[in-house]
């Protein structure tokens, strides 16, 4: 049976988006941002963002793009490989 793989990279964008973020998320964020302290949030989250939470998103599609599967059965594999 065939994998199924995405046409274009601008599809692939909007779906890992719709999928990590949400439409809640959207609608609720300035919101609470405003409740809970207004721009001082905002500091720690793209400092967390860009230190963490891009970086294993690169290394999560990564891997699964190099082993085509989903997270768990990527990192299955890639431990296979690494253990010799």
């Not at 409740?35 to 905002?42: I, K, R, S, T």
Request: proline share 4%; aromatic share 14%; net charge positive.
């Amino acid at each position: 049976m065939a994998r199924e793989v995405w046409n274009t990279r601008v599809g692939f964008i909007l779906a890992a988006i719709g999928s990590a973020v949400g439409l809640g998320n959207i609608w609720r964020f300035s919101y609470m941002a405003y409740e809970n302290g207004g721009g001082a949030f905002l500091i720690p989250y793209f400092v967390a963002l860009l230190t963490a939470g891009i970086p294993l998103m690169i290394l999560e599609f990564g891997l699964g793009s190099k082993f085509r599967g989903s997270a768990p059965l990527s990192l299955k594999r890639a431990k296979k490989v690494s253990s010799g």
